[in-house]
């Protein structure tokens, strides 16, 4: 356990994060949370809600934000970064100057990097050398749920099994279980692939295809994320776990999930623009859509259906001309 001022130090109050550092607090440990703004950190602590992500929240009295990263960071040893994925080289590089050989790093961004398409994990390594214990938390997770002590559990893989524990032993409450996973690679493929399949689902529902649709489309999205991690290095075993299988049926289900109201949403006949506008947060999936279609290519990975969600995406592609492209293709054994 860290011996440092604060038990945990979160990086990112959108809701995942402000959940996250909400729940450990919960146990009557100090945590720090990161806000980007300083006005936002300033009202957050005056007034101990989250009034964008979680209005419904009050904070823990043990729950202290701050916009000043190196105060974050030098705060405790143990730091959590939980941004959007698109921003996470850009936070690594930003708190870099202030890790000492004492700090652990964990993430619970979910997705791969935008430009080169790079695990999380292999740009946190660029970036911060081999020297730090990392690990990456990924599973079945709405914020509000977590913030509200509801049962939730996760897992959590890394380059350093006392890293893990570590983390699993300082969030674990009553309610939110850590599991550890043996499968790095596996784990963050599962929280980044299971977007794309999620908008895929909204999109189906949105256009009226119904339960049956809804679930072939969970069905055959487990069998291209498992198909796609294999590729990338990924043992089989992962994608049936939480990181995989469980936050994939979360992700297409419930509407809770920005991914699947996204897809919804066009389903609807909304554009790309307005249905993102509407959701008014980051998806995740609209990104990892396009950073998927160029592993899909290089790799050379049968995944019809995230190709068929890139073509609606990024190709003008309807909902029901990708419908048709994908029970018109050849017929084949499951």
């Not at 939980?82 to 890790?99: A, C, E, N, Q, R």
């Not at 689902?201 to 809804?214: I, K, M, Q, T, V």
Request: proline residues 3%; hydrophobic residues 40%; glycine residues 10%.
């Amino acid at each position: 356990m860290s011996t440092s001022k604060y038990a945990l130090s979160v990086i990112g109050a959108g809701s995942y994060g402000t959940a996250l550092a909400q729940s450990t607090a919960s146990k009557g440990l100090p945590v720090m949370l990161w806000a980007r703004n300083e006005a936002s950190a300033q009202k957050m602590q005056q007034e101990r809600v989250n009034e964008k992500y979680l209005p419904s929240i009050r904070f823990e009295d043990a729950l202290v934000v701050s916009s000043d990263l190196k105060e974050v960071v030098e705060a405790s040893n143990d730091i959590l970064v939980v941004v959007p994925s698109h921003t996470f080289s850009d936070v690594l590089l930003s708190i870099k100057p202030y890790l000492t050989k004492e700090h652990k790093i964990a993430w619970a961004t979910k997705g791969l990097d935008k430009v080169s398409g790079k695990l999380l994990s292999e740009v946190a390594k660029e970036i911060l050398g081999n020297d730090i214990p990392m690990a990456a938390l990924s599973g079945p997770t709405f914020a509000i749920e977590l913030a509200k002590g509801m049962p939730t559990a996760i897992a959590m893989a890394g380059t350093d099994e006392g890293c893990i524990k570590e983390f699993s032993e300082l969030m674990h409450t009553k309610t939110f279980r850590i599991y550890a996973s043996c499968d790095l690679v596996g784990l963050q493929l599962g929280g980044a692939i299971k977007n794309v399949i999620a908008i895929g689902a909204g999109l189906s529902d949105g256009l009226g295809y119904g339960a049956n649709a809804r679930t072939a489309l969970i069905s055959r999205g487990l069998v291209e994320m498992t198909r796609f991690g294999i590729a990338m290095g990924a043992t089989e075993k992962a994608f049936m776990g939480l990181a995989g299988l469980g936050d994939l049926i979360l992700t297409c289900t419930d509407n809770q999930s920005r991914n699947r109201r996204f897809g919804y949403y066009l389903g609807q006949g909304m554009s790309c623009e307005d249905a993102l506008n509407k959701i008014g947060q980051v998806v995740e999936g609209y990104t990892m859509s396009e950073v998927v279609k160029g592993l899909i290519d290089k790799y050379d990975v049968q995944m019809p259906i995230c190709n068929e969600v890139y073509e609606v995406l990024y190709k003008g592609k309807s909902g029901p001309e990708a419908a048709i492209s994908l029970l018109s293709r050849e017929q084949k054994a499951e």
